[in-house]
């Protein structure tokens, strides 16, 4: 057997470079590159490694750990979890930093391969620099925060191990139902230990993800479950894109005549103008698919995991004579919310419930209803998203501008605040890629990271990335990457002056304005300052501007399209209004006992809605 002396960081590239994928009838590199923050832990090991792949694996620096592994999970998103990124950093903050992303792709099932370097394995120098030192158990280092939140978690305490778990990690990444981030802590003494590798482990590997085919007695169930419904529904979720399914679900919905409501991780599987697309499902959804998902007599759930804005937190469509069908990859989420389950690949799930349903419909009066249903949904959507001309616009009002200048190409980006929720309403969706909304985590400061990661991934389309001024305040130093980088945003920065969703959140469950909104947060006499989100991002490079009323944004948005680089829009926004119609009920606990008046009333109201939901 023929080998290779390398160190561990070494073959760890060297592998890593080496696999590749087979997608859209392409066969290109797995990873796309490495996201890189280094210090003691990573520069001196994996540093000097990655400097020798740069050209196979390109590296790159980035600003904020967290962020830069949104920026890669992002790219794995938009690429429908078929490419990737890998993101390293140093020992201690650097790689605590990260835990929240990796919670991110958990939550989100996304895929990202995290290198956190780790504490000597030999503990010769021990304690190190950013070294927690546990006391009772010297195994344990910072490092194992990624365990609960990582698919796969190994550390990596002798070169050797990489030949075993490498593969394993690479295998989590791209299996369809435990897909999530694969965390390798590489303690920075065995990053530097050579060992005689055989060759064949570097040898280049093409990928192919795996379809798992549904169990033929499941299959039977389920068609049987169908066959007899005359107000179905289907509820699309991620999976539909992962599985690249979106063209066969709208013809399966064309064909059976069944109306499509979307998830916020679905969003976008059906273009808004297709016939059978109801728009979006549940908390944050449209008056036409919560209708119909409270008469519908039989549901076929593709590809969601069904949490609690899906399901109106288990109110809105799960009653006793409702058949509920879940064609999911994993049996994890087939198997919720007591479903027929369909455990497979939402691909080959749907050609085989095609065949199997044959000629089967829907009723003509279900129909006729969806469509009647979706005709005043549309009216609504027009209505609160037209600029009447008000000085300080609603988040609708600039959703509708943004909307109009995305156009077929463009492709909207948020993850939390008050926007995705409007977006999941109102956004009207040109197809699959126009959308990308991180809600499964809903982490403030995804966005403009994010938006860097999708730009990576589709250079070829216009990114708009909307956030609050919150998340931008959370989170905005990798405009100065994506401007480093060339990779071109468009910025809107809704600027609301304080945290308007959870303030409005707070009222709803009957709270005093505070600790939200800067005006009610503890400050100097004269109050908090008003941000400067243009200069802000100039100074980070981009082009910018501050801007007043839709019109006002309208135009800046057509300068911000023909601009080369990243261009930021902030403007004033009215925190109060959000969309009335649509929706669903969200359970939020309301405190029992309370000496406000309107926290009892609350509560009143809270035990009622709790009635409707199922246990
Ligand atoms: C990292 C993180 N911290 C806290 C929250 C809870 N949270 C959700 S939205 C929000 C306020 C967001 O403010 P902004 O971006 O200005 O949006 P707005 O609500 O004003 O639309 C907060 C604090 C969160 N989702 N993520
Ligand atoms: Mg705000």
């Given at each position: 057997m023929s080998t290779v002396r390398l160190t561990m960081a070494q073959a760890l590239v060297r592998y890593l470079a080496a696999q590749r994928i087979e997608s859209e009838g392409q066969e290109m590199p797995l990873f796309a590159g490495v996201f890189a923050i280094f210090g003691h832990g990573n520069v001196a090991g994996l540093g000097e490694a990655l400097y020798h792949v740069r050209d196979a694996l390109p590296t790159l620096r980035a600003h904020n750990e967290q962020t830069m592994a949104h920026a890669a999970i992002a790219f794995a998103k938009a690429h429908g979890r078929r490419r990737m990124m890998a993101a390293t950093s140093s020992i201690g903050p650097g790689a605590t930093n990260m835990v929240t992303a990796a919670a991110l792709a958990h939550a989100n099932r996304l895929p990202v391969l995290l290198l956190p370097g780790d504490t000597f394995a030999t503990r010769e120098p021990d304690p190190v620099l950013q070294q927690v030192e546990h006391f009772g158990d010297p195994t344990i280092t910072v490092n194992d925060c990624f365990r609960p939140v990582s698919r796969y978690f190994d550390r990596i305490t002798r070169p050797e191990q990489l030949l075993t778990s490498l593969p394993q990690a690479i295998a989590t990444l791209l299996d369809p139902e435990h897909c999530g981030p694969a965390t390798l802590a590489l303690p920075q003494d065995v990053q530097t230990f050579a060992y005689d590798y055989p060759e064949a482990f570097f040898a280049p590997r093409v990928h192919r993800l795996r379809r798992p085919q549904p169990d033929p007695r499941e299959l039977e169930a389920a068609i049987a479950a169908l066959a007899d419904a005359e107000r179905p529904l289907i509820i699309a979720g991620g999976g539909v894109h992962y599985a690249d399914a979106c063209a066969r679900l709208a013809d399966f919905a064309q064909t059976h005549g069944v109306p499509v409501a979307e998830t916020q991780a679905g969003k976008g599987v059906l273009p808004d103008v297709h016939p059978c697309a109801m728009g979006a499902i549940g908390v944050t959804g449209s008056e036409a698919a919560n209708r119909l998902a409270e008469q519908a007599d039989v549901i076929l759930a593709v590809g969601t995991r069904l949490q609690d804005f899906t399901t109106g937190s288990r109110a809105l469509f799960e009653r006793d004579d409702l058949t509920l069908v879940a064609l999911n990859v994993g049996r994890f989420d087939s198997l919720k919310h007591r479903a027929v389950p369909l455990t497979g690949d939402a691909l080959d799930g749907l050609t085989a419930l095609d065949i199997g349903l044959a000629e089967w419909r829907a009723s003509d009066g279900w129909r006729e209803r969806a469509g009647s249903l979706k005709r005043a949904w549309a009216e609504v959507v027009a209505r609160v998203t037209?600029?009447?001309?008000?000085?300080?616009?609603?988040d609708a009002q600039v959703i509708g501008a943004v909307n109009r200048q995305a156009g077929e190409d463009g492709t909207v980006v948020c993850a939390a605040g008050g926007l995705p929720g409007e977006l999941h309403k109102l956004w009207q969706c040109a197809g699959p890629g126009s959308y990308h909304v991180e809600y499964g985590y809903s982490c403030m400061g995804y966005e403009i990271a994010g938006g860097l990661g999708v730009k990576m991934a589709r250079p070829e389309r216009e990114v708009f990335v909307m956030v609050g001024d919150g998340s931008y305040l959370m989170h905005n130093s990798e405009l100065a990457t994506s401007v480093m980088l060339g990779h071109k945003l468009v910025v809107v920065v809704l600027d609301n002056r304080g945290f308007g969703c959870i303030n409005r959140l707070q009222q709803a469950t009957g709270g005093a304005g505070f600790n939200n909104l800067l005006a009610d947060c503890r400050s100097v006499p004269e109050g908090a300052p008003k941000t400067d989100f243009a200069a802000h991002a100039r100074a980070l490079g981009c082009r910018a501007e501050s801007v007043r009323g839709i019109a006002g944004l309208e135009q800046a948005l057509v300068r911000a399209r023909q601009a080369s680089g990243t261009y930021v829009i902030a403007l004033d926004t009215d925190p109060l209004p959000s969309t009335e119609e649509g929706g669903a009920w969200w359970d939020v606990a309301v405190p029992e006992v309370s000496e406000r008046e309107q926290v009892r009333q609350a509560y009143a109201g809270y035990c009622e809605a709790k009635q409707r939901q199922q246990r």
């Open positions: 037209a600029d009447d001309g008000r000085d300080l616009p609603t």
